[in-house]
Antibody
C-alpha cells in the first residue's frame, strides 16, 4: 500500500525546536518532489515547504523561511522538517504530501498528519 | 490571507448538484493547473481533481472540474451524505514561488 506516515509532533515551548519525520512506503520516495502542508486548528490548508527528488532544491513559505528546514534521506525513504524558533502561530497539524508529477502538480498522497503545539 | 477565494459554504439536498468556485489571478490559476481536495472532518485531505479536470482512479464521475481564465470550478452531482466535507482548490503561484490553497468551502447536505 502506498502511504506516508508522519511522526515527531509534540508540545513545545515558544522558541523551541522539533523535527518532524515522514516515512514513505509502497513507492520509491526518490522519484518524487515532496511537500509539507500545515493546518491550524479550525483553519484552512497552508503550504509550508517543498523539496525536489534529490534534495538539491528547496522552497519555503515566507512565514517559515529562515526558521524551518526541509530535507530528505532517500536511502531511508524518509522526509524531514526541522522546526526552529517556534511561535504560537506555528501550532498546527503538519502533513507531508507527495506531488504527483513535478513540483507544481497535485498532491496525490497525504500522510495522516502530526500535531505540533507551541505553548508555554 | 489566501490568494485563492472560495465561497465559505454551499448546501443542497441529497441527489442535488452544487458548484464551488475558486477565483485567482494570472500568476496562479491563469497559468498553472488547478487541483481540488476533499477533507472530511478529522481526516487528511484527498485529491479529487488534478490538471483542472482529471479524476484520479477511484474518484466517482459525480465530481468534475473546469477552469476558465483565472477561475476554476468544482462540480458535485448526485450529492450524498458522505460528500459533507471541506473542499479546497490548489495550484502553484508563479509570482510567489509557492503552492497556494483556496480559502476552503464547507459543503452541507440538507
Amino acid at each position: 500500500e502506498v502511504q506516508l506516515v508522519e511522526s515527531g509532533g509534540a508540545l513545545v515551548q515558544p522558541g523551541g525546536s522539533l523535527r518532524l519525520s515522514c516515512a514513505a512506503s509502497g513507492f520509491t520516495l526518490s522519484t518524487y518532489w515532496m511537500h509539507w502542508v500545515r493546518q491550524a486548528p479550525g483553519k484552512g490548508l497552508v503550504w509550508v515547504s517543498l523539496i525536489n527528488s534529490d534534495g538539491s532544491r528547496t522552497d519555503y513559505a515566507d512565514s517559515v523561511k529562515g526558521r524551518f528546514t526541509i530535507s530528505r534521506d532517500n536511502a531511508k525513504n524518509t522526509l524531514y522538517l526541522q522546526l526552529n524558533s517556534l511561535r504560537g502561530e506555528d501550532t498546527a497539524v503538519y502533513y507531508c504530501a507527495r506531488a504527483r508529477d513535478g513540483y507544481n502538480d497535485a498532491f496525490d498522497i497525504w500522510g495522516q498528519g502530526t500535531m505540533v503545539t507551541v505553548s508555554s | 490571507q489566501s490568494v485563492l477565494t472560495q465561497p465559505p459554504s454551499v448546501s443542497a439536498a441529497p441527489g442535488q448538484k452544487v458548484t464551488i468556485s475558486c477565483s485567482g489571478s494570472s500568476s496562479n490559476i491563469g497559468n498553472n493547473y488547478v487541483s481540488w481536495y476533499q477533507q472530511v472532518p478529522g481526516t487528511s485531505p484527498k485529491v479529487l481533481i488534478y490538471d483542472n479536470s482529471k479524476r484520479p482512479s477511484g474518484v466517482p464521475d459525480r465530481f468534475s472540474g473546469s477552469r476558465s481564465g483565472t477561475s476554476a470550478t468544482l462540480g458535485i452531482t448526485g450529492l450524498q451524505t458522505g460528500d459533507e466535507a471541506d473542499y479546497y482548490c490548489g495550484t502553484w503561484d508563479s509570482s510567489l514561488s509557492a503552492y497556494v490553497f483556496g480559502t476552503g468551502t464547507k459543503v452541507t447536505i440538507l
